[in-house]
């Protein structure tokens, strides 16, 4: 509760931002920190937190690949971020997060491209108040906000290492997960209880994926390390954020819907 209310004051924390910040103050900040040239594909680029980074990368300098499920709002992203940097560099892929035939595709047609990939943001999200199933048949959060991620890092992951030796740049790789992930406890990370319909908790699904995409972080992070790739992954809880995915998840946790 502490922490919450350190959040909601603006208060900063060990990075030296708080909630008050924005992306002008980070990228001011890191002037001198981005190399030339760099390449980022940021997923769930079309609103929230994705709409800012991809922003802040354009003003940088970055190129920026968005996968995008709905290719009109993508259009308006890369609208707004030219206008602001006339010189920004965005390329649009449709793509849907939940279908693993969908994310096949991006993959492939991102590295037909054969362009460097210095950057990964698994930032795409989802929550969802009744069950839900993607065309694989799957729990629609789960797929979306973990297993597809889970799918591009591993096509993409090669390309990023290969990158990663070429320029003598370290590759970054970024899963947004969330402090809710804390509210899976050990003996309930289950899927069975939820694939009813009267038993579905779509807070408990979402925190399940949170926690699935820090897992998946620290065994990337032990295959890189093992492999000395110079390329990194780290979780990362953003904070309180407003967000239509913050105003459902905790709508669902207080009415228990």
Known sequence: MKETWRY??????????????????????????????????????????GVETARALGRKGVRIVIPARD??????????????????EIIIFETDMSSFVSVKRFCSAFLDLRLPLNILINNAGIYSHKLEFSEDKIEMTFATNYLGHYLMTELLLEKMIETAEQTGIQGRIINLSSVIHSWVKRDAFCFKKMLNPKNYDGTRAYAQSKLANILHVKEIARQLKARNARVTINAVHPGIVKTGILRASYKGFITGS
């Open 8 to 49: 909601l004051a603006g208060i900063a924390g060990s990075s030296g931002y708080g909630s008050n910040s924005t992306a002008e103050h980070v990228i001011q900040d890191s002037a001198c920190l981005v190399p030339p040239h760099l390449t980022a594909i940021v997923t769930g680029a079309t609103s929230g937190i």
């Open 71 to 88: 290719l009109k709002k993508a259009a308006e992203v890369k609208e707004r971020i030219q206008k602001e940097s006339p010189n920004a």
